[in-house]
């Protein structure tokens, strides 16, 4: 499937787009997002939710990717990337744990591992017992927008 970002926009989730939302995120075996705050959903010609990515602010001050999830039947559309895109051009920094399957992903789109230490522990508490732990084989990575360029 080739990419094209003229199948669906981007635009702040609402309250309406959470059934979407926990039904995307419960497909991919994550809890529910608890609210619309720091979602952006990405929607189809009719409004309706094909992929979130939900932002929250550690600790740190950093803005950490937690998660990102498009619909599985419009994987391989460039949601995914258009998310993570835009709010790298509009937060400069993003940090995240990706699970393994997800890493070339994020490598594709110029992230690099990081330490632990590097991500918020309110976003890695998720990962600290989890019983798939072994299996998701987390790996904690970033990117930051450096004068214009990606790096």
Known sequence: MAEDASLFSLRDARASDMPYVDAYA??????????????????????VPVGFLRIQRGRNGVAHVNPVVTCATWRGFGVGRALVEEALSREGE?????????????????????????????????????????????????????????G
Do not use: H, Q
Not at 27 to 44: C, F, K, Q, T, Y
Not at 117 to 127: I, K, P, R, S
């Open 26 to 47: 419960y497909a991919e075996g994550m809890d529910v997002i608890p609210s619309e705050e720091g979602v952006r959903a990405a929607v189809n010609a009719d409004d």
């Open 94 to 150: 993003l940090r995240l744990v990706a699970r393994g399957a997800s890493v070339p992903f994020y490598e594709a789109l110029g992230f690099s591992p990081i330490p632990w230490e590097a991500v918020d522990l309110t976003v890695v508490d998720d990962c600290d017992g989890c019983e798939m732990r072994e299996e998701c084989c987390p790996r904690p990575m970033g990117k930051r927008l450096v004068e214009g360029n990606a």
